[in-house]
């Protein structure tokens, strides 16, 4: 597994090497849904005054809401996904624990977390599983090791397809669930993400956070689009219609579709970086990976970024 932690993004860099803005450009290179959720007006003391414990509560209840929490488990929102997963390796509930099964082609943070605090990460055992569900790139729904004494399933791209949650599983001790925000509400500038577990599985992982983890605008918002539950059915059948039009362009273009969600699509072609360089000369940037030289991700373009995609093709 490699230790190297690749991401999508890094647009700035595109730009310099292949020319035009950033307004030129369609970046493709994430899974963030590219319609984000509208902000609106948010009040001037969430801004100047410091979060405050009624605010947290309100973005609690309707995490529990939205996504069926069990009454018994705890939710711990933090700044991002990520934050939390670099805090996992340290929770209380994990120490005696010996090893990490983390597979290889999947969203490298978690991997690179545990070896940064001295654990071994393999792909085939260990005490501790991190299951990335449903995988990130190629969107696999794989299911945890019976054997590991402790789960942690990261459904940061989960909510394309809530009725395959394994949240409910947050009732017991041995399940730790992780969400995102800014991926299916298209506002990871927000930075906000959970972790729902077993009180007595996440005891720590506050005080691991520290105080005022959240900026109060960030509370307002997470709790007002939590709270939106029409507005995410319609945003998932926005999606997987704009999900198999992708696959419909990019198969007459003789990509094969290998997997994904849809909130990206994973393609197989005949060299990935050439695509990628094709790509940017039209000013669409891609996501390419190190350990296939054949994969391909793209996230959906907006409604209004289509001709530019098909251009670039």
């Not at 860099?13 to 984000?36: E, H, K």
């Not at 100047?48 to 929102?77: C, E, G, H, K, M």
């Not at 991997?111 to 260990?126: C, T, Y």
């Not at 900026?215 to 939590?226: D, F, I, V």
Request: charged share 20%; net charge negative; with cysteine.
């Amino acid at each position: 597994m490699s230790n190297a932690r690749d991401h999508g993004g890094g647009l700035d860099a595109a730009v310099a090497t292949f020319s035009g803005t950033r307004d030129s450009w369609l970046d493709l290179s994430t899974g963030i849904n590219p319609v984000a959720y509208p902000v609106k007006d948010i009040a001037a003391d969430s801004w100047t005054a410091l979060p405050d414990q009624a605010a947290l509560d309100a973005l609690i209840n309707a995490a529990r809401d939205f996504w069926n929490v069990p009454d018994n488990a705890a939710i711990i929102p933090a700044g991002g996904a990520s934050a939390i997963i670099a805090q996992m390796p340290m929770l209380p509930a994990l120490k005696g624990l010996s090893g990490a099964q983390i597979q290889n082609r999947t969203y490298n943070e978690h991997a690179a977390a545990f070896r940064h605090h001295g654990w071994d990460v393999r792909a085939d055992a260990g005490d501790v599983h991190v299951l990335v569900r449903p995988n990130n790139p190629d969107g696999d729904m794989g299911l945890p090791n019976a054997a590991a004494r402790l789960t942690i399933i990261d459904e940061s791209f989960g909510d394309v397809c809530p009725s395959d949650s394994m949240v409910h599983r947050t009732a017991d001790e041995n399940t730790i669930v992780l969400k995102s925000f800014g991926k299916f509400w298209g506002l990871a500038g927000a930075r906000l993400g959970f972790a729902i577990g077993h009180p007595e599985t996440l005891a720590g992982l506050s005080e691991q956070l520290g105080p005022w983890a959240i900026a109060g605008p960030t509370l307002t918002l997470g709790a007002r689009a939590l709270s939106d539950h029409d507005w995410a059915t319609a945003t998932r059948q926005r999606l997987a219609a704009d999900a198999r039009r992708l696959d419909d362009l990019m198969t007459r273009h003789n990509a094969k579709v290998v997997g994904g969600t849809d909130l990206f699509r994973l393609y197989q072609v005949d060299d990935a970086q050439s695509w990628q360089t094709r790509l940017a000369k039209g000013h669409v940037w891609s996501r390419v990976f190190p350990y296939a030289d054949d994969w391909l991700r793209l996230g959906l373009p907006a409604p209004d970024q289509w001709q530019q995609l098909e251009a670039a093709l």
